[in-house]
């Protein structure tokens, strides 16, 4: 019987690999992954230079902000920055900690895999092991008064001790409380659910010094009021209204032709314009608003009928900032201005003033009564170090969001990883089966506090 001709279904350039030494490729691209951000963990870590996409320089030891930095092509090593990146968005901090830990697991597992243990049993004794850890850190973890300001600040400052902002003390700790507090929203039972992409946002200011950085009790937006010399740049207790809607005449979609048989009808065309936007602003006016701010555009004429009012107006506003000065003031976003109701208006602010800080002008409505929004104005003496404290008061936020959401606090310093370790060695002798050999894989939780001693660069001896 003639044999079949094999089927291919790749190209004749393509490259098949498996068994185990796709494995040990697998490890060995993780492990090096590891290596690359090793030094930037502990208390003593080194700072990464990097040049990101656009030829900026980059100077962090974030975990996440190096490795998405990383040009890499390996798939095992990529599934290494995709965990680092989920770790940042999930969590808000210890991307380092993670990817140095996934390392060490898989070089640990190295030695089963050489020794023909199945891929499969491994992950198994992992998931067992996983249960177990979960336990012993539910066991040992201590329950924290999230309305005691010293423990938190405490706890803030611990995840930052580590990192650039460190040395200015508590003002990172301080602005990350004051901004999770500002806009976190009660959900029943003491917990509490903070936002932080959407209702906080941090503007950076290059010039003056960090010491000037605040949270504000309400939004600051890169903008300035339509016709600076016709209408106020400061409003006490403003009436604001909010708009996802242009104020000018409606364009047409597509092409629109209009054929005018007389010259009077040029005429008519040009009154039925201003009545349309005349008409928009009666609506918007009847409220007796102090500023309008709309997502959209506003026409010449209706700047002419606002001002003539006395309001300001704010045009071409994102809708992210929008949905944050509805927070702070308590306005509802309307959609059409023949739809406004005396309760759409934002009553809250107690404060719409503009600024110019630098060489650009910024619109603050602040002195909220209470505000679910705010704004964290940074300052610094260049963007590079206002990027990295942006990084840290990033993390720090999580980690105040995580003590809101979940108030439990577990010792650090690796401490928590030996108490583990310890612990799962001494269960091993419970176990059955091939698991048993498997749990020596908890020596991999040893190496958080090995190498955060070998950054330290301090000479000492530790047997695991």
Known sequence: ???????????????????????????????????????TLGPRSMLKMLLDAGGGIVVTNDGNAILREIDIAHPA?????ELSRTQDEEVGDGTTSVI???????????????????????????????????????????PVDVNDRTAMLG??????????TGQFGDLIADLAIDATTTAGVDLGQGMREVDIKKYIKVEKVPGGQLEDSTVLKGVMINKDVVAPGKMRRKIVNPRIILLDSPIEYKKGENQTNAELMKEEDWQVL????????????????????DLVITEKGLSDLAIHYLSKAGVSA??????TDNNRIAKACGAVIVNRPEELQESDVGTGAGLFEVKKIGDEFFAFVVDCKDPKACTVLLRGASKDVLNEVERNLQDAMSVARNILKNPKLLPGGGATELTVSATLKQKSSSVEGVEKVLFCIVSCLCCIPSYRIRNTIVCIYINF
């Open 77 to 81: 090593a990529k599934s290494m920055i």
């Open 270 to 289: 040009l009154e039925m314009e201003e009545e349309y936007i005349k008409n928009l602003c009666a609506q918007i006016l009847k409220f007796k608003p």
């Open 314 to 319: 704010i045009r071409r506003l994102r809708k």
């Open 100 to 142: 140095v830990l996934a390392g060490e697991m898989l070089h640990v597992a190295q030695a089963f895999i050489d020794k023909s243990y199945h891929p499969t049993v491994i992950c198994r004794a992992y998931t067992k092991a996983l249960d177990d850890a979960i336990a012993v850190l539910d066991k040992i973890a201590m």
């Open 1 to 39: 019987m003639a044999l079949h001709a094999p089927v291919l279904v790749m190209k004749d350039s393509m490259k098949r690999e498996s068994g185990a030494k796709v494995h040990q490729a697998n490890i060995q691209a993780a492990k090096a992954v590891a290596d690359i951000i090793r030094t």
């Open 155 to 164: 706890l803030v400052k611990s995840s930052i001790g580590t990192k650039f």
